[in-house]
């Protein structure tokens, strides 16, 4: 059995714990938390098990990494401090783990990060002979291994587009949904998720990722965007009112440019409330999907709906999320240390799973 820590207890990380203990071939024995409040509760019990595992959370990082885990799910958000995130992320490679996150974006496209951060990276890696994998759903296989899997049942292929369209209302992060996407602030708010070049920032490397399996070099990369705003107060299940004129919808693209033309694509459709620019493309139903377009002859289309905690779609996401970053640990474990990314760590059967009892 591999020995595996889970490093954060959010909306990623209860979904890790769940993850690890259910893999055949992981142990948990660790978790890491940063709530004094959680601290000295068992996994199970922060997992929403129902049922303990006898691993109780710590917020001593350094004690749980020197009893010398094979792995590390770094499941705390990187979003907001990503300098923290990058350096936590260090100390477990450097203690000898492989790690797997989804929390550091520029990374997603490990050869083309920052030097600085790839170089810190590398020397984390030497040091402590341990691996890192980011990844995740979108960012992640949403728009790189899967799009590249459906491409290759193309005959020709004139643009690949890759989309998540979501209610954001049903998102367990009310302030990301509000201030860093905007949603319900006045339409002259600057949201920062939304700044010219952020969105590059986060996908641009699922962009080039794509471009280089598809063996083609881009010009450029372009954003696109659009907001409207509710044309009616709106009273949402989990968030309360959103008023009328604010923000109700977002629409952007990043764009991966060939010979003068979008040909790969990343779009977001977010919306707060489904009344809100119904003109725009929508799940086929419930309260969100990601979904993958083949333009080509033939033409491919294959939407994803996943759901988990009682059917919430954004937490089947962040589950497949953690089923791609968790089912890589074995394969990570028996590779050379390293830094590694979609393209090199294949997806494989649920080997062991099937059948299994839930944890």
Known sequence: MISAIVWGTGNVGRLAVRAVEAHPTLKLTGVIVHD?????????DLAGLGHTLGVVATADVDAVLATGPQ????AASGDIRPDDALADVLKAVRAGAAVVTPALYALYDQRNAPPEMRGEVL???????GSLFVSGIDPGWGNDVLPLLISGLGGTIDVVRCQEIFDYSTYDQPDSVRYLV??????DYEPPMLAATVPTMVWGGQVRLMARALGVELDEIRETLDRRPLDDTVTTA?????????????RFEVQGIVDGEPRIVVEHVTRIHPSCAPDWPRPPDGDGAHRVIIEG????????E????HGNRAAGGNATAVGRLVNAVDWLVDAEPGLYDALDVPVRPAVGKLGRTRP
Do not use: L, N, W
């Not at 792995?71 to 770094?74: E, I, N």
């Not at 989990?238 to 977002?250: H, L, N, P």
């Not at 996943?306 to 905690?309: H, I, L, Q, S």
């Open 36 to 44: 004094p409040g959680k601290i000295g509760r068992d996994a199970g």
């Open 71 to 74: 792995a590390v799910v770094y």
């Open 123 to 129: 020397d984390a890696v030497a040091e402590g002979g």
């Open 182 to 187: 905007g949603m319900g602030q006045p339409m």
């Open 238 to 250: 989990s968030m309360g009112d959103f008023e009328k004129g604010t923000q109700g919808a977002v």
């Open 297 to 304: 002859v033939p033409r491919i289309e294959v939407t994803v």
């Open 306 to 309: 996943a759901t988990d905690e």
